[in-house]
């Protein structure tokens, strides 16, 4: 059963962009790689310039929890979290129906 997330970062204050720029580095090849992801949808917020939304479907819980040990996800987040205002908020999800994802 797949397994979603959805994540909001808050950058601090003018550090969005390089938050951005961290995550382009280690997490779009690392992804993309990753059979167990089978949407990612990586968002900025409209109206909110410290903010940053994320929608990840997983194949299953565990395929989210081994993701987290990944290397590529090790140093994102060595780079970015001096960039972050604190840990993401998050909600999960038991994705129903999508179109054109997975």
Known sequence: MSYGLFLTHRALPGKRDELIAAWKRHMPAAIDANDGHEAYVYTTVAG????????????????AAAFLTTE????????????????????TATPVWSKNVG
């Open 72 to 91: 590529p996800y090790l140093a994102y987040l060595a780079e970015s979290e001096h960039l972050l205002a604190g840990p993401p908020t998050m909600v």
């Open 48 to 63: 909110d310039p410290e903010a940053l939304m994320v929608f990840q479907q997983y194949a299953s819980r565990e395929e």
